[in-house]
């Protein structure tokens, strides 16, 4: 025989019984409109996170190692195959593919059936770009990045010819080298030569102090250019 005190399996609950957890019955009105009102600010929070974070993340589409996004509308990585163009054409809407290494035609000629356009800048191993180069590749971003369209540079192994450019487009851009240094990674820091560590530290120089650079300084003439 059940206690008496016991309520029967399956039987409804008396009038006067409480839940097992809180006072029972309805929140008041206040309290149901603060936690709606935070669930509220929690939800716009995480939208706006998501929206400031979405343009530096690394989007890895194919190419090996991955690629890395240094700002919108432009990001650095190896030689890709014709697969690897074709996704990145997909996957990031690339528009231009730009060439730090040897030109390939096949790389050309993929490029061209996907209606890539294709620069090849004829940058030395250990070398960084000159200042007409930069112009040039400045002028190329401002033409196939509209639109949410991406350019895609490599120097053949993704290495410090690319690193360097990068660099270099964002100290262009306006970025201040504390900020542009801290999205390049010790150990691509580390793989700079000592020629590309100069040309940097000449080109800040000249963007800091304009018309003030030595003679001979071969980014003299150089200003910002923002993409």
């Avoid at 190896?78 to 730090?100: C, F, I, N």
């Avoid at 100290?171 to 820091?189: E, M, N, Y």
């Amino acid at each position: 025989m059940p206690e008496a005190g016991l309520q029967q399996a399956g039987a409804a609950p008396s009038a006067g019984a409480a839940p097992a957890i809180g006072a029972g019955g309805r929140l008041p009105g206040r309290v149901l409109v603060r936690r709606y009102a935070f669930v509220l600010a929690l939800l716009l929070l995480l939208g706006l996170a998501k929206i400031l974070i979405a343009p530096k993340v690394i989007s890895v589409v194919g190419v090996t190692p991955p690629d890395r996004v240094v700002a919108s509308g432009l990001v650095i990585g190896t030689a890709p195959t014709d697969t690897d163009l074709a996704e990145l054409t997909a996957g990031l809407r690339v528009g231009g593919v730009v060439s730090l290494a040897a030109p390939s035609v096949a790389e050309q000629v993929t490029a061209a059936s996907l209606h890539q356009a294709y620069l090849y800048l004829a940058v030395p191993p250990g070398g960084a770009p000159t200042w007409a180069q930069l112009l040039g590749l400045t002028g190329f971003l401002h033409r196939h990045t509209g639109r949410g369209a991406w350019v895609y540079v490599h120097d053949g192994a993704g290495g410090p010819r690319a690193v360097t450019t990068a660099a270099m487009l964002l100290l262009l851009r306006g970025q201040a080298w504390a900020a542009v240094s801290a999205d390049i990674t010790p150990a691509a820091l580390r793989s700079l030569s000592t020629h590309q560590r100069l040309a940097l530290e000449q080109l800040r120089s000249a963007l800091q102090h304009p018309g003030r650079a030595a003679a001979g300084q071969p980014y003299a003439a150089a200003r910002l250019e923002p993409w």
